[in-house]
């Protein structure tokens, strides 16, 4: 079965610097997509950014980047520079049994950007 | 990007009456759209998968009969809470797949739609 952990309920960070949340996940199977969501709290779902597994470059969405380790099944988000808007619920998401599968959420990193 | 609408954001209800969700693609084909229920502060679990012109996919432990899911078209799909309960209470929230495209297995997402039973 595939699993998606996030082991950080909560984390806060200061405007303008760097916080990086970390992700793993367990599964038998060798191409798979791996995406961070964006949760405000308006709850709107936002895909912040996504890897290939068969992809070794790491991904990066201007100030958003992706630490992709396959082989220890970590898949950590970057956040440079944050600002107040970065303020949301994260998850971590992994889309099992091809581009047409389904997704499953890890339980979500609370990230509060603190002026 | 693709917009996924759902409808509506929230609503209330007295127990034991049905109410429906709306989730439409506007300016995409959906092949297939997806139901989750999330509970507050929690992450999203999977209710069911369905696809147009075929019946729901449930995921364990999702009541089919409680949990009414139509797929009519390629652009809409609707969750039926039927006997609604306090329990029901949650935040339902859609998503879709888009016929084809470039973004291989990204899933686009509804607003959301709150749900209170008195």
């Known amino acids: 079965a595939q699993t998606v952990t996030q082991s950080q309920p909560e984390m806060s960070v200061q405007e303008a610097e760097t916080v990086t949340l970390s992700c793993t996940y367990d599964?038998?199977?060798?191409?798979?997509?791996l995406f961070w969501y964006k949760q405000p709290p308006s709850r709107q779902m936002i895909l912040v950014i996504r890897?290939?597994?068969?992809?070794?470059q790491n991904a990066t969405e201007n100030r958003f980047s992706v630490n992709f380790q396959k082989a220890a099944k970590s898949f950590s988000l970057k956040i440079s520079d944050s600002q107040l808007g970065d303020t949301a619920m994260y998850f971590c998401?992994?889309?099992?049994?091809?581009?047409?599968?389904?997704?499953?959420f890890g339980k979500g990193t609370k990230l509060s950007v603190k002026p | 990007g693709a917009v996924v609408s759902q409808h509506p954001s929230r609503v209330i209800c007295k127990s034991g009456t049905s109410v429906k969700i709306e989730c439409r693609s506007l300016?995409?084909?959906?092949?297939?759209m997806f139901w989750y229920r999330q509970f507050p502060k929690q992450s999203l679990m999977l209710m069911a998968t369905?696809?147009?012109?075929?019946?729901?996919?449930?995921e364990q432990g999702v009541e089919k009969d409680k949990f009414l899911i139509n797929h009519a078209s390629l652009t809409l799909s609707t969750l039926t809470v039927t006997s609604a309960h306090p329990e029901d209470s949650s935040f339902y929230i859609c998503?879709?797949?888009?016929?084809?495209?470039?973004?291989?297995?990204?899933?686009?997402f509804g607003e959301g739609s709150r749900l209170t039973v008195l």
């Open positions: 998401a992994f889309l099992y049994g091809g581009s047409q599968g389904n997704l499953i």
């Open positions: 300016d995409f084909q959906a092949t297939t």
């Open positions: 890897q290939e597994a068969y992809k070794q």
């Open positions: 599964t038998s199977e060798s191409n798979y997509y």
């Open positions: 998503s879709a797949r888009a016929r084809g495209g470039a973004m291989t297995g990204e899933l686009f």
């Open positions: 369905s696809n147009e012109g075929s019946k729901a996919t449930y």
